[in-house]
């Protein structure tokens, strides 16, 4: 079964490195994960003034992340933080408030950055907001990557062969046993919940 990922981009720009790397992770795992790139460019600014009658493009992001199994973001640092654009976004999805479209979501950062640290100031503030909006959030490998640049890729944008390549392909594949492992123990528990509550009825109908 392949599951339904939505792919969060802290970038607008054209040629990003990060929209590539994101590609380049569905690619690997094309068999088991269904990619979507949602659109964050057009989402007007949070205002919770909106939330009574918000914009149709907030109600189509919280709809494409609501149906999505599994949430991947791939952002740049900007000024050694999370841009704008896609804290927006964050935003939006998390409310009102109790409607979190983020909420449970299986999560996976991933930050790319012609600079050494590999966006690490970045990742780490995504982090921090999935801890609140409760995302389990895949840990290891972590996913700081440096020296990108667009020489990193192929003419048709995928990742070219080195160790870079490499690292996504283990990520992607972590990515997909994660989000894999939390569907599955969540069936699992519900499973039980199920036959705990039928056999509570039945010793009920017996007393
Ligand atoms: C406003 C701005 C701030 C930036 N700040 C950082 C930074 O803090 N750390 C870093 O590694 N790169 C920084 N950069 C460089 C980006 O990593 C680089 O432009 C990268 O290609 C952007 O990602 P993208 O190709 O996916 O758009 C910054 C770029 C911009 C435009």
């Given amino acids: 079964m392949a599951y339904n990922i939505a792919i969060i981009v802290g970038s607008l720009r054209e040629g990003?490195?990060?929209r590539k790397v994101a590609r380049s992770i569905c690619g690997i795992?094309?068999?088991n994960l269904d990619c979507?790139?949602?659109?964050?460019?057009?989402?007007p600014l949070y205002n919770q003034d909106l939330d009574a009658n918000p914009p149709e493009q907030w109600t189509r992001?919280?709809?494409?992340?609501?149906?999505?199994?599994?949430?991947?973001?791939?952002?740049?640092?900007?000024?050694?933080?999370?841009?704008?654009?896609?804290?927006?976004a964050i935003d939006v999805g998390s409310r009102p408030y109790g409607?979190?479209?983020?909420?449970?979501?299986?999560?996976?950062?991933?930050?790319a950055s012609p600079g050494s640290i590999g966006g690490f100031g970045s990742n780490h503030q995504i982090r921090q907001a999935c801890v609140f909006l409760n995302m389990p959030v895949m840990q290891q490998p972590e996913a700081y990557l440096g020296?990108?640049?667009?020489?990193?890729?192929?003419?048709?944008?995928?990742?070219k062969?080195?160790?870079?390549?490499?690292?996504?392909?283990?990520?992607?594949?972590?990515?997909?046993?994660?989000?894999?492992?939390?569907?599955?123990?969540?069936?699992?528990?519900?499973?039980?919940?199920?036959?705990a509550a039928q056999e509570a009825a039945?010793?009920?109908?017996?007393?």
């Fill in 99 to 111: 409607e979190s479209v983020f909420d449970k979501k299986p999560a996976a950062i991933v930050t």
């Fill in 29 to 31: 795992r094309g068999d």
């Fill in 161 to 195: 062969d080195g160790p870079l390549k490499a690292l996504v392909t283990v990520l992607a594949h972590a990515f997909h046993d994660w989000v894999d492992m939390i569907h599955r123990s969540r069936a699992a528990l519900a499973e039980d919940a199920a036959h």
């Fill in 16 to 18: 990003s490195i990060n």
């Fill in 61 to 88: 992001f919280r709809k494409q992340v609501a149906e999505a199994d599994g949430v991947l973001f791939v952002s740049p640092e900007y000024n050694r933080g999370i841009p704008g654009v896609l804290k927006n």
């Fill in 202 to 207: 039945k010793q009920k109908e017996h007393a």
């Fill in 147 to 159: 020296h990108v640049t667009d020489d990193s890729f192929d003419e048709s944008g995928c990742l």
């Fill in 36 to 43: 979507h790139m949602i659109q964050i460019g057009d989402l």
